[in-house]
């Protein structure tokens, strides 16, 4: 089947649907994919319209071109949309919203990084379940060399991952970390040569779209539970799990079991 497009606001964004894959391209490559506004904007957006698409089983986030994933949020814009507090505030509102809305989608989503992945890339990537890499991929939050603040989300999403002190590292340092560094530490979860990109995230995506969707679901919001600064919902996770186990697939998957066949999930 041909890949489906849909239509958006800006032709910075890209939403494209392909063999149960919902595919958000961040096309803006003569500035290496820097983030505009109207891309943050676009974010909740294209969620929304994978999401409402049951044929869609995970979400995968690239950067046009070959020189990058996101280099980061387009800083020309900046004296016209952070150059005052009450500016400011309002941008780090849309951008806030966009990598939470990101974070808290129900559906798998992965990064598939190649070239730089820095500052608001490393935000967008960081709000992914899954992060794949090319070898030769670059990793920063310049934060410091701009006088930028990091809201708490941004950080703690990033702390989630690598810990403490080498979160501490990446911001207070501002330097570039190699795809090898970025594997050792856990900010990315594979490295790959280029030429395997494409097909190493393709496997990712067939062999999480064959699982029952209703494990994966429960699984992403029980951890989004236990990583809650504020403790977790009990009840939640236990209605979760419970509806696993009340599931038609639950009956597919232990009768396909039994009868030695690949389960067929549909999603109830």
């Known amino acids: 089947m041909p890949k489906e497009q849909f239509e958006l606001p800006t032709p910075y964004m890209l939403a494209e649907k392909d063999s ?12 290496h994919n820097a983030v505009k506004v109207e891309m943050w904007e676009a974010i909740p957006t294209i969620l929304d319209c994978f999401e409402r698409d049951p044929e869609i089983k995970v979400i995968v986030l690239k950067g046009a071109g070959e020189k990058a994933f996101i280099s ?14 009450e500016a400011t505030s309002h941008y780090e509102d849309i951008a806030d919203s966009a990598t939470e809305r990101l974070y808290h989608c129900p559906k798998p989503t992965i990064a598939m990084i190649r070239g730089y992945c820095i500052g608001g890339g490393a935000g967008i990537a960081v709000s992914c379940d899954l992060r794949v890499a090319t070898e030769d991929s670059r990793f920063g939050i310049p934060a410091a060399k701009l ?15 690598v810990g403490p002190s080498v979160a501490k590292d990446i911001f207070f340092t501002a330097r570039q970390l190699s795809a090898p560094e970025a594997l050792n530490v856990g900010l990315i979860n594979r490295m790959v040569p280029d030429t395997e990109l ?17 494990t994966i679901r429960s699984v992403k919001q029980i951890v989004g539970q236990i990583v809650k600064p504020d403790g977790f919902d009990q009840a939640l996770c236990e209605k979760l799990v419970e509806d696993c186990f009340t599931s038609e697939d639950y009956v597919e998957g232990r009768r396909a079991f039994m009868e030695k066949r690949k389960a067929v999930f549909k999603g109830r």
């Not at 149960?20 to 500035?31: A, D």
């Not at 703690?156 to 991952?161: H, N, S």
């Not at 494409?198 to 209703?214: F, K, M, R």
Request: with cysteine; glycine share 12%.
């Open 72 to 85: 980061g949020a387009d800083i020309s814009e900046f004296e016209t949309v952070r150059s005052t507090k």
């Open 198 to 214: 494409e097909d190493s995230v393709a496997e990712y995506c067939q062999t999480i779209g064959a699982n029952a969707p209703l």
């Open 147 to 161: 006088s930028v603040g990091y809201r708490h989300g941004g950080i703690r999403k990033l702390v989630d991952l």
């Open 20 to 31: 149960g894959v919902g595919w958000m391209i961040f096309n803006n490559p003569e500035k």
